[in-house]
């Protein structure tokens, strides 16, 4: 069983920074990935990592500003978003799963979910 718990989020005006980690209890080394809603919106995807760290993906929307990133000695996989628009203002959740290509599709169906936390972006 693994548990997820995301941090970090927080108040940031456009154009800021923050960075949210998802920390896992358990076996670590799972394919994770950074989905977010906002209000009246679908579960959009974000970014993906596998398991080793050495394959990432992005979404087109945030390729170029949002990193992807992850630390398996301490069991945690970060996200560093920069140049933050209001748009990005959402619900944060990290995933994980056994299969990377589940996460990389975007579709839902990960084994395990965090609860989330709240990312508003000030314009």
């Known amino acids: 069983q693994v548990q997820l718990v995301e941090s970090g989020g927080g108040l940031v005006q456009a154009g800021g920074s923050l960075r949210l980690s998802c920390a896992a209890s358990?076996?670590?080394?799972?394919?994770t990935g950074w989905f977010r809603q906002s209000p009246g919106k679908e579960r959009e995807f974000v970014a993906a990592?596998?398991?080793?760290?050495?394959?990432?993906y992005h979404a087109d929307s945030v390729k170029g500003r949002f990193t992807i990133s992850r630390d398996n000695a301490k069991n945690t996989v970060y996200l560093q978003m920069n140049s933050l628009k209001a748009e990005d203002t959402a619900v944060y959740y990290c995933?994980?799963?056994?299969?990377?290509?589940?996460?990389?599709?975007?579709?839902?169906?990960?084994?395990?979910w965090g609860k989330g936390t709240l990312v508003t972006v000030s314009s």
């Open positions: 358990g076996r670590s080394s799972y394919a």
């Open positions: 990592i596998s398991g080793s760290g050495g394959s990432t």
């Open positions: 995933a994980a799963d056994r299969d990377y290509n589940t996460v990389v599709r975007g579709t839902g169906g990960m084994e395990w």
